[in-house]
């Protein structure tokens, strides 16, 4: 069994940071992509950041120039450092990983979700 564990999340003042953590665990052999994605209330899920296995990012253009995306494959754990926040970046967020088990079988995962609150 594998699974995603979020970290990192709490109350912050606009134009304040947060680093997020995800911890894969279990019986692990590989993970492919790895990313992050929030909801706000009444809004659809939706992708903040990904990283490759390669290192190869991508990002939204709503979070371009705050976020950083980054991992570290011998620990098994993606992080999103989270700078210059604001009002609308308050959400939920959630890991997302593609991963390979030692027995070879795929599995697409999702974290449980930390939330995120931007606010004075």
């Known amino acids: 069994q594998v699974q995603l564990v979020e970290s990192g999340g709490g109350l912050v003042q606009p134009g304040g940071s947060l680093r997020l953590s995800c911890a894969a665990s279990g019986s692990i052999f590989s993970i492919n992509d790895m990313g992050w994605y929030r909801q706000a209330p009444g809004k659809q899920r939706e992708l903040v950041a990904s990283?490759?296995?390669?290192?190869?990012?991508d990002y939204a253009d709503s979070v371009k120039g705050r976020f950083t995306i980054s991992r570290d494959n011998a620990k098994n754990t993606a992080y999103l450092q989270m700078n210059t926040l604001k009002p609308e970046d308050t959400a939920v967020y959630y890991c997302k990983a593609r991963v390979i088990t030692q027995t070879g079988s795929g599995y697409l995962i999702w974290g449980q979700g930390t939330q995120v609150t931007v606010s004075s």
């Open positions: 990283i490759t296995s390669g290192g190869s990012t």
